[in-house]
């Protein structure tokens, strides 16, 4: 099998792509879309069979949740049993767009989705293709990251043709993710026990936690350890993630000096590395391949996931990257970076 990758660049190519892709999800079969976060392999949510495929696919294991994707509030509401008063205020203010909320899941919703747990999360994403696709088939689709098990998430149509290509037949091009890192996944059951308490961010993103702060009150993070087999409550908590083939380290430094003394202490050889920086940039006379990203959250994280797939591509034995500031919004970046270093 060799994927076909689809074009959607004029309004004619966008409505037979949306097309091709709706009919292959109501046959189905797996699908790579793009979404404003990152490319996802997309199957109908209702049904088992094909969302099993995306388990197959992906090497995922049996016990990480999938979330389910939406083109509506509706449609999120027929997912899951409970949508509190919360839940409509976050919609309201960040959807369509990087949030998923996670609420006691509806018995159409297969368990595998949920990993056999008690609840789903569920997305409006922001991507006008997705959303065409969604709004086509009529029913929701399960969509992680288009990617291998615990490898980079794919941030264009060629990151997922050159990990998946083999696997399924068809990818659809959206153009490069405008996020560029996974949705923040914000847990509203505490709202709905007897003691109620606050929403619990489950997994970091680009919408963090003083914007939700602000619409939602009180917001906590989950601080517990992932332990054993047992299922996940989010996607994106599994120790080793979002990991690149090379040997990843997260470092900070003053100057060129101090980055070739960390090199040696880490037992690098700067012939066969990369560095990504973003405030303390090292010189050419020192380090020949050398990437450089704004100091801006936003436009770090949209970069960083294609910047990794380049040094693979590359044949880079390691990749330093400089260290996040310890800020709020770099805060989903400092997870994804600290999990593939693992």
Known sequence: MA???????????????????ADALRAGEVVALPTETVYGLAANALDEKA?????????????????V???????????VTDWPAGADKLAKAFWPGPLTLVLPRAREIPGLVT?????????????????????????????????LSSRISPTTAEHVRQQLGGKI???????????????????LTPLLRPKTGPPEILRPGMIHAESLAAVCGEVTSDKRPVTGKNSLRSPGLLQKHYSPKAKLFVLD??????????????HLSRATGHVIAHTQIPSAEHFEN??????DAEAFARAIYAELHRCDEAGAEWIVVEA?????EWSAIADRLRRAAV
Do not use: Y
């Not at 050398?290 to 100091?295: E, G, L």
């Open 169 to 187: 037949s068809l990818i659809i091009d959206g153009g490069p993710s405008q996020v560029g890192i996974e949705s923040t996944v914000l847990d």
């Open 290 to 295: 050398v990437s450089v990203i704004p100091h």
């Open 3 to 21: 994927a076909q990758i689809l074009p959607t660049h004029t309004p004619a190519l966008f409505a037979a792509a949306v097309k091709r892709a």
């Open 51 to 67: 969302v099993a495929n995306i388990f197959q696919i992906k090497g995922r294991p049996a016990n990480n949740p999938i979330i």
């Open 69 to 79: 994707h939406v083109a509506s509030v509706e449609m999120a509401k027929h997912c």
């Open 115 to 147: 990993a056999g747990g008690p609840t789903v999360g569920v997305r409006w994403p922001g991507h006008p293709l997705i959303q065409a696709v969604i709004r086509e088939c009529d029913f929701p689709l399960a969509a992680p990251s288009a990617n």
């Open 253 to 266: 430094w003053k100057d060129d000096a101090d980055l070739l003394a960390r090199l040696v202490t880490c």
């Open 324 to 328: 996040p500031p310890d800020l709020p």
